[in-house]
């Protein structure tokens, strides 16, 4: 079984249209995460959420909405889509500790292409 | 603010010898996670390895080991016996200690081509 789920895996589409990628995690982890890798493979968190709060938003625009149903659950709108949204974006879980490493689980990544 | 810089974008190795990436960050945490991400063509992240700031001890995964340098704030992977499957982009991440506020903080990666 995939740990951390997101479809769809590849997505192309036309300026302007609005999209969602959605996000599983089957690892009983309370906090989940959305990463955008640009085209020059630099990663940078967008946003993240513990027990399905906003705990995380990077300087992102407000076309970009997350949204998290349960801690299981973490899905990524993306509205009036932008040649500058192209990238990979990744979702990601882990548990958070009040102590130790919060390690990262990453999901296969799903490669936007806004044309 | 973290930083985490990788100077080295790109590596290559002949099978079977040892290959160093570099890897530098900043950070104003008083404890802290140093991490280093495994990127095959297959677009994957996954987790090579990782080290507490608080520990002196360099860890060590199999072929895997990093050279942690705190004063100097240097975090470099050294990759023994390098084999074909380990053609990967590299990356360096660093993250705080606990908390639910994780945000981990990834350098720009080293391309690194292992030549058979």
């Known amino acids: 079984d995939t740990a951390v789920s997101q479809t769809p895996k590849y997505l192309v589409t036309q300026m302007g249209n609005d999209k969602s990628i959605k996000c599983e995690q089957n690892l009983g982890h309370d906090t989940m995460y959305w990463y955008k890798q640009d085209s020059k493979k630099f990663l940078k968190i967008m946003f993240s959420y513990n027990n399905k709060e906003l705990i995380i938003n990077e300087t992102v625009p407000n076309r970009f909405s997350p949204k998290s149903p349960d801690k299981a659950h973490l899905n990524l709108h993306i509205n009036s889509l932008e040649l500058g949204d192209s990238a990979v974006y990744f979702c990601a879980s882990s548990q958070s500790r009040t102590s130790g490493a919060n390690v990262l689980t990453f999901g296969a990544g799903s490669r936007l292409t806004v044309l | 603010a973290q930083t985490v810089t990788q100077s080295q974008p790109e590596m290559s190795v002949q099978e079977a010898e040892t290959v160093t990436l570099s890897c530098t960050y900043d950070t104003s945490e008083n404890n802290y996670y140093l991490f280093w991400y495994k990127q095959p063509p297959s677009r994957q992240m996954i987790l090579v390895i990782r080290?507490?700031?608080?520990?002196?001890q360099n860890a060590t995964e199999n072929r895997f080991s990093v050279n942690f340098q705190k004063a100097a704030k240097s975090f470099s992977l050294k990759i023994s016996d390098s084999q074909l499957g380990d053609t990967a982009m590299y990356f360096c991440a660093c993250g705080p200690y606990g908390g639910a506020t994780n945000k981990l903080i990834f350098g720009t990666g080293t391309l690194l081509a292992v030549q058979p």
């Open positions: 080290q507490e700031a608080y520990k002196q």
